[in-house]
């Protein structure tokens, strides 16, 4: 049996739904099947209900991912058209400023470009600062990101104008980095009807084969891959009013070593988007005596049923992988082996300060 | 009788209707309007009926235009989704290429990134380009241009937000020039119900008290004045389905001297924005033997039905105008005088040359 160690993977990009939606996911599920995928640090966003844009809603999340975590997790805040001038005073508690600047799920869409250039501005320059934009939206993000002075990291790039520009943009010295998901570099447009319309739902849509082509192509400047694990029930996906979004953590790693299977990525490079840029973009600390094995020729198949998110279905369901995740080290202790979740609920770690920790000691 | 006398005026942005629209303006009317404005040379924009985006509609307005206009004038050329490839053969024939980003008039507006991204490149880095773009899309244009290393013209700026971000890319060195009209300098939302909500709606929409604050407030960074005339009739300004767009010529300069009036800005600046800076952004030939005489103490009240213009009515009816164009002389002839317009219909100049002419020659 081949087996490939790999450094805990990061996903930059993963909504667990809880505190809101427990039905859709939790931590306690939904860093199960982070262990499960090989990712032993998950940066959740912001969009819960009610969103995370204030120290109430983030000390809420902070105490139920504290309880529940089996993985490492860090929280991304919300922007919104109000809280420019309070963002700030959060961020040691958090990863990151994200910015909805296009449709997406939940009410956190800002519109115009006055909301856009206060983050921009207001947001410390030191302190990430990532936004899901789409189309001309980005371009109008990496410059008032710019005119700031600062960096900006562009959520799930997905089509081909998209990355195009921002290898344009970082060609001439602009602070630009950007994440791709695997559904965007293995579905396109074409698989909709297979998945199932409802079911395909997602932001960014499902783009072109031309697209799908593009990202790949461009790897070089592609600096993370996130999964964008954004689960629903089936019964919601497949309603009148489909929610947009996919469950990944389970079925991206085999896809990312399909990317190098194909001679598209080294086995470096994947670390690097799965490992090292994360880390640096977001500022995490490392995880020691943390690691994956991987049986690189396992051979599996897709099934929702079995996966660990309480979504419990898959874009990619049916598809057959290579690469199966066999164990998990975290902070020195087993936190996935064969098959079943070791680490217990709780057991994760906040990369950064809690929040709620901080408060108590305020208080002491 | 105080007499100022001011270089002929350029106005680098107005619609005169023809062809398509005769009965809203045409080349003869349109141009008396100017030279009883004050305007020697006007620059006049693509989004006729059918839209001027290839050799055959802009023959076809250089024929018309050549018959019958009063003064100077030059023509923007229309991008949309299909003519990047095929607009560079143009540009000796015209003045600047405009993409219509935005909601506006008529079929132009271009959807996405791409087109915009393959404009910016496509298009010769020393013609002018610019575009009807508003809040993010302005950022988004100004990149684009920026990363195909070229300057971008960004029309009739009307918010703050928008002129605060041209400044902030305008002290980082990048290429941008832009332009506001006198409606933007003086007219707020607050005067739509006594104009009018139909006649009231243009685009950019009439904005807030503190817009237009902010746009009086930044005029060392605005280049350009530019009427945007868009002259539709009074029948169609109040049908149900108001078309957007003022008639702006006759009434624009002594709006323009109310600003020197108020200490806003001295007269030179006055000149820059409406003679020296419009010529160098637009590459215009020097104008010789050409001013205009303007009775600066002559105080009138704006009445449509007054106007040269074939829309016969202007946001501005009733308001007291101080300053009234007495002569106007174009390359060494009266053009007009004392309130009669003398300049026969064909004796403007085309400022490039003449894409007729071309074809003829090349035929000969």
């Known amino acids: 049996m081949p ?3 790999l450094p805990g993977l990061i996903d930059p990009h993963v909504h667990l739904r809880e505190p809101g939606a427990p039905h859709k996911e939790t931590w306690d599920t939904g860093t199960a099947a982070a262990l499960a995928g ?4 998950v ?10 844009v204030d120290a109430t809603a983030l000390s809420a999340k902070d105490r ?38 296009d449709q997406t799920f939940g009410p956190l869409k800002m519109e115009g470009l006055g909301a856009l250039i206060a983050h921009a501005r207001a947001w410390h320059p030191d302190h990430p600062l990532l936004c899901h934009a789409e189309g001309r939206t980005i371009a109008a993000a990496i410059l008032a990101a710019h005119l700031a002075g600062r960096a900006i990291h562009i959520c799930h790039v997905s089509r081909k104008d998209e990355i195009e520009l921002i290898r344009a943009a970082k060609e001439q010295g602009i602070r630009v980095t ?14 909709i009807p297979a998945i199932g319309p409802g079911r395909a739902e997602v932001r960014p849509r499902l783009a ?9 192509a461009n790897l070089t400047i592609v600096d993370c891959f996130a999964t964008d694990h954004a689960p629903h029930t089936l019964p919601e996906k497949d309603s009148e009013n489909p929610p947009p979004g996919f469950p990944g953590l389970e079925t991206a790693l085999p896809l990312y070593l399909a990317l190098v299977d194909a001679g598209l990525l080294t086995l470096n490079g994947l670390i690097e988007r799965v490992v090292t840029n994360p880390r640096r973009i977001f500022g995490l600390p490392e995880q020691t005596e943390t690691w994956v094995e991987v049986d690189t020729a396992a051979v599996w198949q897709v099934h929702g049923a079995d996966l660990f998110t309480r979504a419990r279905w898959s874009p990619f369901e049916g598809w057959t992988m290579r690469g199966g995740v066999t164990r998990v080290v975290l902070n020195g202790k087993d936190a996935f082996r064969d098959g079943t979740i070791v680490a217990a609920p709780g057991s994760g770690r906040n990369v950064r300060k809690s929040i709620n920790e901080m408060s108590l000691r305020g208080a002491s």
Not at 38 to 41: A, D, I, N, V
Not at 69 to 79: E, K, Q, S, T, V
Not at 208 to 216: M, V
């Open 178 to 191: 950007c994440e791709v998901t695997p559904h965007h570099l293995f579905l396109t447009d074409a698989d």
């Open 64 to 101: 139920v991912a504290r309880e529940h975590a089996r993985c490492d997790y860090g929280f991304h805040l919300g922007a919104n058209e109000e809280n420019a001038a309070d963002t700030a005073a959060l961020a040691p508690y958090t990863v990151g400023l994200k910015m909805y600047l």
């Open 3 to 5: 087996i490939l160690k």
């Open 208 to 216: 072109t084969a031309a697209d799908r082509d593009a990202l790949r």
């Open 43 to 52: 940066l959740d966003m912001p969009n819960n209900t009610p969103p995370v």
């Open 38 to 41: 090989g990712f032993t640090c």
